[in-house]
Every structure is written in structure tokens, then in C-alpha cells.
T-cell receptor
Framework: GQQLNQSPQSMFIQEGEDVSMNCTSSSIFNTWLWYKQDPGEGPVLLIALYKAGELTSNGRLTAQFGITRKDSFLNISASIPSDVGIYFCAGQGETSGSRLTFGEGTQLTVNP | DSGVTQTPKHLITATGQRVTLRCSPRSGDLSVYWYQQSLDQGLQFLIQYYNGEERAKGNILERFSAQQFPDLHSELNLSSLELGDSALYFC????????????FGSGTQLSVL
């Protein structure tokens, strides 16, 4: 089946730093999504991307749909303590209505 | 608040037992998904229902089963529990079966002792 490789697995940064994480796939995806999971909660949708090359922002978060359609990137600028959590990428394949495949997640820790 | 309600929040049981996890989707959402989250395996898709019918099946064990009722709530039944079934189980919902935007509940933490 489809698999996503998400990196890095974890990040430890200082407040105010910028963060970058990415997902790659061996398959082409039609849709890329980024979710954030706070401790003790379910994942929450941050950004959805629908076209190759698309760049979308949500506040300090910016995500891009890779041109090859096999990767996506998430950047967080000027990190703050509440950015702590697990960030998941998810992709939806070419088959109409195919289910989402999730990456393994990036655990982000922000030191004040 | 995502609008997806899961109960119970925590469940502690013994090996060999059977448990039922419950999920109420967001108002108006017809599709329900179940995911398992283990420490070492991320979010694993188990099964999807749409308007009462099974829509897609993932890596769901034969000891596990699910259903969606006429009022659209869903239940995930886990039987003959093993230590390795300990995990966080999430329910998610969406408006239609192909909608990629999932809304997740807060999960049920299952501990099998």
C-alpha cells in the first residue's frame, strides 16, 4: 500500500525559531494535508493542499504541495510554546475516494 | 471542539476481555472512520462506514468489528483482547465518504493488562 515517510521524527527547538518538516511518498497524491495533535487530543486539520506547487498559509504555518506530487512541506515561523505537539502529514491518492494515508508524525518540542 | 464525541475516554481491561468503543460523529456527517494509534506505528486506518454501510477496510484484525447505526453513531468492538491491543483509538467523521477533511474525536485510551 501507499506509505509516507515523514521527517524529522522529532525536533527540539527554542522559542522564536523557525521549523521545517516534510513528507515524501513513493506514490503520487492528489491531496496533501497537515494535522496537529495536542497531548491527549485528536489530530486537528491545519492546512489542506490540492494542486501541485500550491503554497498555502495559516497564520505562522505555511505548507507546500510538491511539484512532483510525491512530497509536501510544512514550515512554522517564529515558534511559540503552544506549537508543541505531533504534526502529521496525510495524503489522498489518485484513486477516487481513496482513504488518507498518514505519516508517522513529527514530535515538536519548543523550549521557552 | 471538533464535534466528534468518543466514549469512554479511558478503558482499562484484562487480556481475553471484550470492549466496545463508542463514537458520535459531527452533526451532519455521514461518514465515520476508526483509527488506531500506537506509540510505534502512528495512525493506522482500521475501517470506514458511510451512512450505515461499510465503505473501506484497513488493517483491522478479525477480532475487531465495527458498525454504524441508523442514528449514525458508530461502535468499535474489540474482543479476545491482547496486550498489544493497548493503544489510542480515534474516531473521525466527514461529510461524505470521499471528503479528505477528517474531524477527529479526542480518542479512547485502551490499556490491556
Amino acid at each position: 500500500g501507499q506509505q509516507l515517510n515523514q521527517s524529522p521524527q522529532s525536533m527540539f527547538i527554542q522559542e522564536g525559531e523557525d521549523v521545517s518538516m516534510n513528507c515524501t511518498s513513493s506514490s503520487i497524491f492528489n491531496t496533501w494535508l497537515w494535522y496537529k495533535q495536542d497531548p491527549g487530543e485528536g489530530p486537528v486539520l491545519l492546512i489542506a493542499l490540492y494542486k501541485a506547487g500550491e503554497l498555502t498559509s495559516n497564520g505562522r504555518l505555511t505548507a507546500q504541495f510538491g511539484i512532483t506530487r510525491k512530497d509536501s512541506f510544512l514550515n512554522i515561523s517564529a515558534s511559540i510554546p503552544s506549537d508543541v505537539g505531533i504534526y502529521f502529514c496525510a495524503g489522498q491518492g489518485e484513486t477516487s475516494g481513496s482513504r488518507l494515508t498518514f505519516g508517522e508524525g513529527t514530535q515538536l518540542t519548543v523550549n521557552p | 471542539d471538533s464535534g466528534v464525541t468518543q466514549t469512554p475516554k479511558h478503558l482499562i481491561t484484562a487480556t481475553g476481555q471484550r470492549v466496545t468503543l463508542r463514537c458520535s460523529p459531527r452533526s451532519g456527517d455521514l461518514s465515520v472512520y476508526w483509527y488506531q494509534q500506537s506509540l510505534d506505528q502512528g495512525l493506522q486506518f482500521l475501517i470506514q462506514y458511510y451512512n450505515g454501510e461499510e465503505r473501506a477496510k484497513g488493517n483491522i484484525l478479525e477480532r475487531f468489528s465495527a458498525q454504524q447505526f441508523p442514528d449514525l453513531h458508530s461502535e468499535l468492538n474489540l474482543s479476545s483482547l491482547e496486550l498489544g491491543d493497548s493503544a489510542l483509538y480515534f474516531c473521525a467523521s466527514s461529510r461524505d465518504p470521499t471528503n479528505e477533511k477528517l474531524f477527529f474525536g479526542s480518542g479512547t485510551q485502551l490499556s490491556v493488562l
